[in-house]
């Protein structure tokens, strides 16, 4: 059987990636780095082995925040774009699912990092909320 590949990309277009529809967990992360990455109350990731998320244009234009060879995040340096973080010691990939131009079959199942969210975010789905990112 073969998995569904996704393409994501950039605001601007100029980094684009492809990523098997194969995400092992998807959530909504709310902590503060993830927050201060985007912008935004929460993050939406879909996380995946390394190895199943290719760039396919422009791979020269990602600018690396944190260590290339283990955890960092990738930005387009055009426009700045979060286009992936490497996590999890550098096996896993953690899509954020805005990036992406076709719908993954998997949606967030629960909200990480609920321990540090924003004060003023108020989450009013039914998800289950963890403090921290959960094991297992």
């Known amino acids: 059987m073969t998995d569904t590949v996704l393409t994501g990309k950039c605001l601007c277009g100029a980094v684009e990636y492809t990523v098997d529809d194969a995400f092992e967990y998807a959530m909504n992360c709310h902590c503060s780095n993830c927050r201060r990455t985007t912008g935004s109350a929460f993050k939406p990731i879909a996380g995946i082995k ?8 422009s791979a020269e234009a ?11 995040d990738a930005h387009c340096g055009i426009c700045g774009s979060l286009v992936y973080s490497v ?14 131009m076709d719908t993954p079959a998997l949606r967030p199942t629960a909200h990480i990092f609920v321990g540090s969210k924003a004060p003023w975010y108020e989450i009013t789905d039914d998800l289950p909320q963890y403090p921290e990112f959960p094991e297992g």
Request: proline share 6%; net charge negative; aromatic share 6%.
């Open 87 to 100: 996590v999890r010691e550098g096996a896993y990939v953690h899509v954020p699912m805005g990036t992406l």
């Open 62 to 72: 990602i600018l690396i925040y944190g260590n290339p060879d283990e955890a960092h």
């Open 50 to 57: 390394r190895e199943r998320h290719h760039l396919i244009q």
